[in-house]
């Protein structure tokens, strides 16, 4: 349903294309950011998800723990004008397949996935329950960590 593509000088400016709604803002940054972010902070990778028609529908990046060497996803973001339509959870889902068939792909090895999210954002719970992450207790910066064993 989805493609994860790893963000290059080919697909940069598609990624910074795609928005949240307006609503949706303050749960997640610009796409621009998180490409800033990958490029110069060391430690995310940026992805645009594409449709099974190419088009770059949404931004995905993740991250491993220095600390503990769980896999964080970040910067999940459906384009507003394709949410809804199943996108999101099979981006999440073909994140995990990534890690799942490269598990040394960071150079550490694959054990756990984590994320963190308001606890408001409905959709967003809905998506990453739906694939089997569950609440672990942690709070960070006023989100919910949730983690799921791989
Ligand atoms: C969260 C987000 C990525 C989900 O993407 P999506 O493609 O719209 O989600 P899906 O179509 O895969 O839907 C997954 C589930 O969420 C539900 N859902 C979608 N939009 C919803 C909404 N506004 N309110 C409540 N549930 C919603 C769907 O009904 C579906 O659940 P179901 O299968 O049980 O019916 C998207 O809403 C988004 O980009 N939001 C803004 C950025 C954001 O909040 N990112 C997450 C940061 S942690």
Known sequence: MVVLSPAT???WREITRVRSADDQQQWVAQTSYYLCLSAYDGLWRSYAVQADDGEVVGHVMWAVDPDDASHWIGGLVIDVQHQGKGLGRA???ALL?????EPDLSGT???EAALSVAP??????RVYRSVGFVESGEVEDDEIVLRRAR
């Open 97 to 101: 397949r990534l890690w799942e068939r």
């Open 109 to 111: 090895p694959y054990r």
């Open 9 to 11: 000088s080919d697909n």
């Open 91 to 93: 981006a999440v889902d």
């Open 120 to 125: 408001e954002n409905e959709a967003a719970l």
